[in-house]
Every structure is written in structure tokens, then in C-alpha cells.
């Protein structure tokens, strides 16, 4: 399974950027994917993370009400958009994929695939 996210770049606060992260390989459509971010200096956090069917959806605290994730299971696409961007949203942002549909999403021990990561810059 490879994964290519893209969508990353220079914003201002309160901005917008959408994500995305194409899955190619093994037909991914019955794992959890997610999101997570690492800014300089700071371990991997979590994001976000979606089930299959959309009936598990999770997200940080900071990011609630301003980050949308979704997926394309017909397109091995998962999506994350973000709104109201703030500077401490400044990080690398990696997609992820499970072998596994019950595992926790929030948890980077879940997933066996990653992304390349695409940089989101928020200038304040």
C-alpha cells in the first residue's frame, strides 16, 4: 500500500486548505485511515480518523469544528478539510492506513502505512 497525500501550503490565519491522500496498492475501503500532524519539535499527534462506513469519527479537541474528515472509498481518497486554520496548526501532516477495521484510530500504533507527509504553514 503506498500513500500520496498532497494539499499542504502556505495559508493565513483563518484560512482554508484541504488535504488529500490517495491510496494505491491493496483496496483499502474496510480499514480505518486518519490524520496526524508533527510540528518542529513535537512528537506525532493525532488528528483525526474515519471508519469505513463514517459511523466512527473522531478529532483532537483542537481541531473540532474546524477540520471535516471524509473519504472516498470508491476512490481510495481519504480527505481533510480545514478550516478557520490558526499558526499552531503549522505542522507536517501525515495520512495513515490500518490492516485493521476495530483498532483505535486515535493511536499511532494502530496504523501500518504511511504518507510522505505534505507541510501546512499558517502565517498569523
Known amino acids: 500500500v503506498q500513500l500520496q497525500a498532497s494539499g499542504g501550503g502556505l495559508v493565513q490565519a483563518g484560512g482554508s486548505l484541504r488535504l488529500s491522500c490517495a491510496a494505491s496498492?491493496?483496496?483499502?475501503?474496510?480499514?480505518?485511515m486518519g490524520w496526524f500532524r508533527q510540528a518542529p519539535g513535537k512528537e506525532r499527534e493525532f488528528v483525526a480518523t474515519?471508519?469505513?462506513?463514517?459511523?466512527?469519527?473522531a478529532y483532537v479537541d483542537s481541531v473540532k469544528g474546524r477540520f471535516t474528515i471524509s473519504r472516498d472509498n470508491a476512490k481510495n481518497t481519504l480527505y481533510l478539510q480545514m478550516n478557520s486554520l490558526k499558526p499552531e496548526d503549522t505542522a507536517v501532516y501525515y495520512c495513515?492506513?490500518?490492516?485493521?477495521?476495530?483498532?483505535?484510530?486515535?493511536?499511532?500504533?494502530?496504523?501500518?502505512?504511511w504518507g510522505q507527509g505534505t507541510l501546512v504553514t499558517v502565517s498569523s
Open positions: 495513515a492506513v490500518s490492516r485493521s477495521a476495530i483498532v483505535p484510530g486515535n493511536q499511532i500504533e494502530s496504523y501500518n502505512y
Open positions: 496498492g491493496r483496496t483499502l475501503a474496510s480499514n480505518i
Open positions: 474515519m471508519s469505513w462506513s463514517g459511523s466512527r469519527i
